[in-house]
């Protein structure tokens, strides 16, 4: 029993590490789903030892050393998951605006899609369409999208098409954006496009 106490908090301490790793290299991290299992499973055995420990508990003694030893490494296990998968979580969102909100972007990019779990990938579909049907609101006055560290000064720009993304529904109707031509159009319609690198503002 002394040997598996002393390894408890190992698998949830290998998890806040490739947080710090996450943030330390800014980027997004494969989901470590064998590790995440893992640690889910030492916990399931944790609890059924406090359960053994505490039907034989004798109430007039208190509670064994072992069983607050076990309850304490359930408590951290459980906050060193949830911060994992909140930093995750963070880390998703950022990725979401930095591609303006362009959810196929991110998706339909294999080096992205393959560090996401299924749950993460549902994640971000959902936050997409909770986006969306705040932002259908007022649409027309304001785009929620659009970058706030680098405010627009003009409504309109000149930019100059980088690589090739199709037709777009834009203020003066369908543009169809080839590589190698220059548009003016509105900001709010095509800022995006210049966040994913598909467009180039001519200054």
Request: with cysteine.
């Amino acid at each position: 029993m002394s040997t598996e106490t002393r390894q408890f908090g190992d698998l949830a301490t290998q998890l806040i590490m490739e947080s710090r790793r996450s943030t330390q290299t800014d980027t997004l991290l494969k989901y470590n789903d064998s590790l995440v299992r893992l640690l889910i499973r030492e916990q399931r055995d944790l609890e059924r030892a406090a359960e053994a420990l505490e039907a034989g508990m004798d109430e007039l003694q208190g509670p064994p050393p072992a069983l607050l030893i076990i309850q304490t490494a359930v408590s951290r296990n459980k906050r060193c998951l949830l911060a994992y998968h909140s930093h995750r979580i963070d880390r998703l969102r950022d990725l979401y605006w930095d591609v303006g909100g362009a959810l196929p972007h991110i998706l339909n990019n294999q080096d992205f899609r393959s560090k996401f779990s299924p749950h993460e990938v549902d994640y971000l579909r959902q936050y997409n369409s909770s986006l969306m049907e705040f932002r259908s609101e007022f649409s027309h006055e304001l785009d929620i999208t659009a970058s706030i560290t680098n405010p627009p000064k003009d409504l309109h720009v000149l930019v100059h098409v980088v690589k090739d993304c199709g037709v777009i529904q834009t203020e003066l109707g369908s543009i169809n954006f080839q590589k190698g031509q220059r548009f003016m159009v509105r900001r709010a319609d095509i800022e995006h496009l210049i966040i994913q690198g598909y467009l180039e503002e001519v200054s």
